[in-house]
């Protein structure tokens, strides 16, 4: 029940419709409360925080993530370590705290357990690098994930990062055409 309770809200998120996955979201963390820590918990918990994150609520999103973090710490999931401090990485650029989300994607990246994690967490660093105009250490990165994301497959998270870095592209040769 709690797996289809999450693939439903994540659908409702590819939709848009933040709000409504939020509440259904809030039913699954109310039912996973009450069952023992499990890497279901875990996942259970990212989501509730992002969907926090996405409606607007910072500080309970990084309250609801970092106990996810704990708890995947704690089961020794890399892959749910990883996508809780992806989460965090994410809500604090949402609420204007770039190092900080900084260090969560680098520490996502370290120790992603597979390479589209990795790249996930390093995109989001490049985006959040770009924003803050740190030119040299956005094009150093931007240099290092033009290889991995030209193989990609032609799925759509494939695509997905290739627009994403060649957004970053256009504001790196931007950069360097005004300064």
């Known amino acids: 029940v709690l797996r289809c309770l999450l693939n439903q809200s994540q659908a409702l998120r590819a939709l848009g419709l933040y709000r409504r996955a939020q509440e259904l979201l809030e039913q699954v963390n109310q039912l ?35 106990e996810s973090l704990r708890l995947a710490t704690q089961l020794g999931s890399a892959t749910d370590t990883t996508a809780a401090l ?7 650029r949402s609420y204007q705290t770039g190092q900080k989300a900084i260090d969560y994607y680098q520490k996502a990246s370290a120790i992603a357990p597979s390479a589209s994690l990795k790249l996930q967490a390093q995109l989001n660093q490049l985006t959040l690098l770009t924003g803050l105009e740190q030119w040299p250490e956005a094009s150093t990165l931007a240099n290092q994930l033009q290889p991995q994301v030209v193989g990609l497959a032609p799925n ?5 990062s290739r627009i994403q870095l060649a957004q970053q592209l256009i504001k790196l040769s931007r950069s360097r055409a005004s300064g």
């Open 32 to 66: 996973v409360q009450n069952q023992p820590d499990s890497l279901l918990k875990a996942a259970a918990l990212v989501n509730f925080g992002d969907a926090l994150r996405l409606t607007g609520d910072g500080q309970k999103s990084e309250a609801v993530l970092q």
């Open 86 to 92: 992806i989460g965090l990485g994410n809500t604090a």
């Open 156 to 160: 759509r998270t494939g695509i997905y």
